[in-house]
């Protein structure tokens, strides 16, 4: 029996695949910062031969890996005022990048379902290292202005800023609980940005970002603020989407003052502690093809 070829359309791209179900599921651990992709492929019954069956829907699964990760990634919040899906539309050529994701770099799990029907496999994309140098273009950064005069401060050894509860959006009577990003910035009280993404070297970000979230204090590693961190209460958000972090100007005053504090920015020694529940985000992308 002829089977029926299908075209399917995912953000951008067109991909032409046999008639297959295909289902995909992800979620954002921002406090890992990881990606993760689990895709199900129905095994195609018209094939006798279970390995067969199985190298079809691999190829399959291979064919349409990039197109899943362009669907998977366009509403992740790159900053204050720009999603992914806002960049790519910006500059087309970053598609390219994407489309260069190979599911043999990020699979994780790959393996039949019990009943020999389904193809299941698991991915994991790191969000710093895998997919935020795509959206970086800066070769060299921009100097982090110090603030001149005596301030009174100390040589610390990271930096950390509770953002649990609702924080005033600056400039608004409104209140909202932070929206994690890739590249948030640091505002002080009067409404001065002084920590961009432009600040930071390219190796910082691949590295670990130059800010991470992590719910609970607990659970920081002492390789990002060490012994003697300065611990911060931050007093608002900024941006349309509420992901920069406005800090009493005081505060900011201790950070600029003295060469050590700058360089823990440059070196992305800069924890924020939220709430569980903000740095979890799920999506189902349902493919199905008949």
């Known amino acids: ?4 070829i299908v075209t399917i359309i995912l953000f951008f791209s067109v991909l032409s695949i046999s008639a297959q179900d ?11 910062h990881q ?24 190829n399959e699964l291979y064919a349409i890996f990039p197109d899943i990760v362009k669907e998977s990634t366009i509403s ?36 039949l379902s019990e009943d020999l029907s389904h193809l299941k496999s698991s991915f994991k994309i790191d ?17 982090i202005n110090p603030i001149l005069g005596f301030t009174a401060s100390y040589d610390y050894t990271g930096i950390i800023i509770y ?7 600056y400039g608004t009577d409104k209140y909202k609980e932070i929206t994690p990003a890739v590249f948030p910035r640091l ?21 670990w970002g130059y800010m991470t979230y992590i719910s609970n204090e607990k659970d920081i590693p002492k390789e990002r603020v060490g012994n003697y961190p300065l611990k911060i209460l931050a007093s608002g958000l900024y941006g349309k989407y509420g992901t920069d972090i406005v800090i009493p100007i005081d505060e900011a005053k201790k950070i600029l003052s003295r060469k050590n504090n700058i360089e823990l920015l440059k070196k992305g020694k800069i924890v924020i502690i939220c ?7 799920f999506k189902e992308i349902n493919v199905n093809l008949q």
């Open 22 to 32: 295909i289902k995909a599921k992800t979620s954002i651990n921002w406090e890992t």
């Open 127 to 143: 969000l710093y290292k895998n997919f935020a140098p795509i959206f970086v273009n800066h070769d060299k950064t921009i100097p």
């Open 163 to 169: 953002a649990i509860d609702n924080l005033n959006l």
């Open 1 to 4: 029996m002829k089977r029926k």
């Open 187 to 207: 505002l002080d009280s009067e409404g001065n940005i002084f920590l961009s993404q432009n600040n930071i070297p390219v190796e910082t970000i691949k590295k």
């Open 275 to 281: 709430r569980k529940e903000q740095l979890n985000s």
């Open 35 to 58: 990606l993760l992709i689990n895709i199900d492929i129905k095994l195609d019954k018209s094939i006798y031969h279970i390995q067969d069956k199985k190298i079809k829907a691999q």
């Open 76 to 111: 992740i919040i790159l900053s204050s005022n720009e999603t992914a899906q806002d960049k790519i539309i910006k500059n087309l050529s970053i598609l390219n990048y994407i489309e260069n994701f190979s599911a043999e770099n990020f699979i994780e799990t790959n393996y």
